[in-house]
């Protein structure tokens, strides 16, 4: 199909107003919850839900649903993100040849919104010969569902933001964008792109940022004027979902809260922080297992030569060359009396977060 023209909304926002930005809930319904909950988000808000809200996590068709009756509120505002295009896979022009494909990713996904409407409907995608098959009747008992996402925006522009999940350019005006080149971006920060107006994303998790270390809170470029948001909710073990807060329409003065589900510790000694350390992540995972463990192992990263003890069921296989969980060797500097939040228990010690930074903790709790 050729490349489909954006969808821009030009949206008025009420002066006295918060702005609550969320991106990449990706199907997470206590996440969602729990951060607006958080925020404590009200009708006094508005809300922008900037992309990829479908697809990855266990409740798509619910979480589709939230968000439609936010909208119906007023004051919350969608747009789409790569994940959530299952309107233009339904909608006439869809190439059937297509539909193979989309099969395909149901069948090794095993979860998203497509699955979850099939079964909603008594429908056995794997006994499917094919999605054609299945597509009028998904389409008709879904009817509201998909016009929603048929009519949301590609990105949202207001007086001082753009709102878009993953990237513009600078070089074009916004209403000349693809809806490719606003939903598909990886790493936008490195792009060397500066704006006039503030860009929100989210897309790329923003830990995949870091080298030596994991953090999973917003960045907030000021030379660029870009804002990343994704907390790699779903996506990592330890990832949580953001919410920018913007306290006016007018401001710049960022701030944010962050929901996970991890339970809360309080440390009883000091530990000092890691010299030296390293962040294994998704695209660039592949460890030489050096001596395996029942518990831990001991690997070498192979691009970089970096060795470290990765936990053995974070390795994909049994063999010596592997690709592995997103891991790293980073030791928290904590003082006694911090709060944690535990991520894993070790007979090591525990790997947490203290203040959106992931990392390895091995004194006493409580």
Known sequence: ????KARIQRLELPAG???????DIHGNVPYLEGVLRRAGFSDRDELIIDGDFLEKGGESLRTLRIVMELCRRGNAHALLGNCDGWAEIFSPDWPARGDEHVMRYLLWRKSGLLLDMCNASGIDPFELESLTEAKQELRRR?????DFLAALPDAI???NFV?????MRPDKPLSEHTADELNHCDSFLTQGRRFDKWVIVGHWPVMLYGQDRV???PIVDRDKRIVSIDGGCVLKDDGQLNC????DRDSEDFGFVAYDPFPECIALENQAESGRSYYIRWGDSRVQVLRRGEEFSRCRHVRTGY???ILTRYLFTDGEFTDCNDCTDYVLPVKAGDRLRIVEETSRGVFAKRNGVSGWYYGGLK
């Open 142 to 146: 879904y009817a509201e569902e998909f």
């Open 244 to 247: 920018l807060i913007i306290p």
């Open 157 to 159: 522009e207001t007086e």
């Open 17 to 23: 107003r918060r702005i609550l930005v969320i991106s």
């Open 307 to 309: 060795e470290m003890d």
């Open 215 to 217: 953090c999973a809170n």
């Open 163 to 167: 709102f878009a999940h993953a990237s």
């Open 1 to 4: 199909m050729p490349e489909r």
